[in-house]
């Protein structure tokens, strides 16, 4: 059973930044795509970047320019890089496949919050 782990966020003012971490117990070399949701009070779970196994990349544009997604194989590790960051990306970030038909269960997430 895969298990998600993810960590790294807090507490910061806007225009800080963040670098998240999201630990996988299982291998990811495998997985074709890996993504980082988000989900804030009161709203739907969204998709903010994905990246496949060859290192494409993909992201909402409500973060584009701003976060950067990598991943690390060999730590079977995905990142978030985030910087510039604004009031409207504080939410409980996760970690999970890029669709719906291969998520692994939720991990608990990590809170970020981003002050005014």
């Known amino acids: 059973q895969v298990q998600l782990v993810e960590s790294g966020g807090g507490l910061v003012q806007a225009g800080g930044s963040l670098r998240l971490s999201c630990a996988v117990s299982?291998?990811?070399?495998?997985?074709?795509?890996m993504g980082w949701y988000r989900q804030a009070p009161r709203k739907q779970r969204e998709l903010v970047a994905t990246?496949?196994?060859?290192?494409?990349?993909n992201y909402a544009d409500s973060v584009k320019g701003r976060f950067t997604i990598s991943r690390d194989n060999a730590r079977n590790t995905v990142y978030l890089q985030m910087n510039s960051l604004k009031a409207e990306d504080t939410a409980v970030y996760y970690c999970?496949?890029?669709?719906?038909?291969?998520?692994?269960?939720w991990g608990g997430g990590t809170q970020v919050t981003v002050s005014s």
């Open positions: 990246i496949a196994t060859a290192g494409n990349t």
């Open positions: 999970n496949t890029d669709r719906s038909s291969t998520w692994y269960n």
């Open positions: 299982g291998s990811i070399s495998s997985i074709n795509a």
